[in-house]
């Protein structure tokens, strides 16, 4: 594996809970991010997946200090990004950039595309290996690389002079990425980058995301709830349960072998567009909704919900995210993952268990 | 969380959602809706009229779930508020024959309609924010649909509507009742829609993008409940969405509905194994799958549904197709039959029947997890009823 750019080490985001008239009182913590371990290798593409509130929003918020952490270390190309002053953090965000979720809310309305993607460049300057393409800093360089930027996306010329709410979905993202990527960064968290596209406008937009990455050599982080989204572009996938990371793998071993009980169930949970898959498949069912970050249960956070609970272990000793014997690349925060995996444990619970039609309607009771 | 665990630790346990059926037994072939050449018109002021929906025809049987299936603006929303009549009245035109048990919704009175609707016809909303009232109780707010439409005092309605959360997977219904939707997560707040939908147990039941606002796994409890609700009861279900995963796994039949037209009809298992028109073929191209073998680049559908030209100029769809040429822009293309019994496609140049690339035939883990009844070395305790109870040693 290649040197790793990014390396995260306990991060933790705690927001206060604040309640009082006259004097705020802090009476507890959202534990958004809990103690994040993770290690994004240059050229790699790490995805991030969870249920809405499981903290991976916040997460690459926190990496890239949007969000001040509350412990942890994120170190990017060997530098504390936590310990940096203003003027250096200042300088070292132009090699990280994020794309955000709802292209409509992220882009002023009121800022033409011409202004939104020059704006970067006032900032921070035409990357060096722009130079030699547009000369020095100024107002017409800056142009011509935002004209070339709009090809590159494939956006039409004309559109520099445009508003954001003449485009559409698509193409507002694609300004979205145009914006990220206008001063070569090494590093890009795209945050949700295709959920609020229609089907077969998303598909553009993660093609155009992977050429990208060819072109410029990107390194990426792609925070998703859509595991088949993340899936397809990711090499790595970590996986986020309330604020904690519970399975990373590779992308192709995570679908052949999920290990961990949360994985294996949120697998079975996504409906796959094929009627022959879905009718021979076995669906586990999670009870409830997600605890609150406020106030996570003891011991694994997943036990409240999880089909394989065991009497031991469970409810009281948090386990460790920690490589599984005999799975290579593979780790995971769960007691008896191996267990699992070999198939000595089961879901107990029958109504939980959704077996294909023909097979439940012979053992069903 | 499957409702009929629940009721088994209370004292309701007798009334399952099958004996509760007051209506005579269904009758599975009678046609229960069947909608003729729907059509929808905005008048706009000062602008051309939009045309949301297009000719539209379809009919669900008791115990049917027929999909629509469609991007945003194809007029799959607006065709299930016209079958309920919820459109507005001003500058909308709503042509053709809605017949419900063969009476034509859209020419009844509306005093008539608003008897069915909610007894017989329900509907389940996308957004269960906007759609519970954040001022009233979740209680209130079931037991008006029972005190609308059946003959039962206050506290009969009462019970019935915690017996209703309960079966619909909402835990400590009781005090639910008492809450106003904010304090309920967004799968609670679904399945609280639901039940108020369920309320009195509609003959046929409309549900528009009823899972997505939720995450993956509260989106398969309820379509888990969906599921056995049609194949308990007998109700009839539209189903409209955008997710063709949900539709593989619930619908019997399929139409996809493009610029306000169906663009193919077809039953599920051949929708998906042999898509006809380029547009379906192109939307299972675009989607990464679960289980596809990764590296293929997906294959998008060029432009924005927002480039169509209107049907009575040509295909629609036809500015996006990679197989559109001139033949292509005749007026008011007809929804043909094509290949197999129950597959209409509206299309000039249809995919052959067997070009599946999107299809990535792949031995897929059913049987890895082994169900209950397999071998264990360690037991597995029922999360439920330990979080409760003391631990238990197996």
């Known amino acids: 594996m290649a040197e790793p750019l990014l390396q995260v080490r306990g991060l933790q985001v705690h927001f206060p809970i604040k309640r009082g008239l006259v004097v705020d009182r802090t009476i507890g913590h959202v534990r958004a991010v809990d103690g994040v371990d993770l290690q994004v290798g240059r050229g790699q593409t790490y995805g991030l997946v969870g249920e809405s509130g499981c903290g991976k929003s916040t997460l690459g918020r926190a990496i890239l200090r949007l969000e001040e952490p509350t412990g942890g270390t994120v170190l990017f190309d060997g530098q504390d990004v936590g310990a940096l002053r203003a003027e250096p953090l200042r300088l070292i965000r132009r090699r990280m950039q994020m794309v955000f979720q709802d292209p409509l809310s992220s882009l002023d309305p009121r800022q033409s595309v011409e202004s939104s993607l020059t704006e970067p460049l006032g900032v921070h300057g035409l990357a060096d290996a722009d130079r030699a393409e547009f000369g020095a800093d100024s107002a ?129 949970a996504i409906p796959i567009p094929d009627p022959v898959v879905e009718d021979r498949r076995e669906r586990i069912l999670l009870r409830g909704d997600l605890p609150s970050p406020a106030n996570p249960p003891s011991g694994c956070r997943f036990h409240t919900r999880c089909p394989f609970r065991q009497a031991t272990r469970c409810d009281d000793e948090v386990p460790a995210l920690r490589e599984v014997a005999g799975s290579p690349g593979r780790r995971v925060a769960c007691h008896y993952a191996e267990e699992i995996r070999d198939g000595r444990i089961h879901v107990a619970d029958p109504q939980l268990l959704v077996e294909p039609p023909t097979a439940s309607a012979a053992g069903r009771s | 969380m499957s409702p009929v665990e629940q009721h088994t630790t209370t004292a309701s346990s007798d009334r399952t959602l099958v004996s509760r059926s007051r209506r005579e037994p269904v009758n599975r072939s009678e046609v229960l809706l069947e909608v003729r050449d729907l059509d929808v018109t905005f008048a706009r002021r000062g602008g051309r009229a939009t045309h949301a929906v297009d000719g539209v025809s379809f009919s669900v049987r008791p115990g049917e779930v027929v999909g629509i299936v469609g991007e945003s603006g194809s007029g799959k929303s607006v065709t299930s508020l016209a079958v309920m009549g919820l459109l507005p009245r001003r500058g909308v035109q709503v042509r053709g024959e809605v017949l419900y048990r063969g009476r034509n919704l859209l020419t009844m009175p509306a005093g008539e309609l608003a008897d069915l609707r909610g007894s017989e016809l329900a509907m389940v909303f996308q957004d269960p924010m906007s759609s519970l009232n954040p001022v009233v109780p979740v209680g209130t707010q079931v037991t008006e649909v029972l005190l609308r439409h059946s003959d039962i005092s206050r506290s009969a309605a009462r019970d019935e509507a915690e017996d209703l959360l309960r079966r619909c997977g909402i835990p400590d219904p009781g005090r639910r009742l008492k809450e106003y939707p904010h304090q309920l997560s967004g799968g609670m707040r679904q399945r609280a829609l639901i039940a108020i939908a369920l309320a009195c147990r509609p003959a046929l039941l409309i549900c528009d993008e009823p899972t997505t606002a939720l995450d993956v796994t509260i989106q398969a409890q309820v379509l888990e409940l969906l599921k056995e609700l049609v194949a308990d009861l007998g109700t009839a279900m539209v189903m409209i969405t955008h997710d063709l995963g949900v539709v593989a796994g619930l619908c019997d039949s399929v139409n996809v509905m493009y610029a306000g037209r169906v663009v193919e009809s077809a039953p599920r298992r051949e929708l998906f194994e042999h898509p006809r028109h380029r547009y379906t073929e192109g939307l299972l191209g675009s989607i990464p799958r679960l289980d596809a073998p990764r590296g293929d680049p997906l294959q998008p559908i060029p432009g924005t549904p927002r480039d169509v030209i209107a049907w009575s100029a040509g295909c629609a769809f036809a500015p996006r197709c990679r197989h559109a040429a001139d033949d292509c822009v005749v007026p008011d293309l007809g929804l043909e039959p094509l290949g197999r019994a129950g597959h209409l496609v509206r299309c000039v140049h249809p995919a052959p029947e067997s070009s599946p690339e999107h299809r990535a035939p792949r031995d897929h883990r059913t049987t890895e997890l082994s169900g209950p009844s397999g071998a264990r070395a360690l037991s597995v305790s029922d999360s439920a009823s330990t979080t409760a109870g003391e631990e238990r040693h197996g």
């Open chain 1, 140 to 268: 017409k360089s800056h142009l011509a690389k935002a004209s070339a930027m709009l090809d590159v996306v494939g956006l039409p010329r004309g559109s520099l002079a445009k508003y954001p709410h003449e485009f559409s979905g698509g193409q507002r993202q694609r300004i979205g990425i145009a914006r990220a990527m206008i001063l070569n960064p090494d590093l890009v968290i795209a945050d949700e980058p295709v959920s609020a596209l229609d089907v077969s406008v998303q598909a553009q937009v993660i093609n155009l995301l992977e050429h990208l990455q060819d072109l410029l050599g990107l390194t990426y982080l792609v925070i998703a709830h859509d595991l088949a989204v993340v899936r397809h572009i990711s090499d790595v996938i970590g996986v986020m349960y309330l604020g904690t990371l519970v399975e990373e793998a590779d992308s192709d071993d995570l679908y052949e072998r999920p290990l961990h009980p949360y994985t294996i169930a949120l697998m079975s």
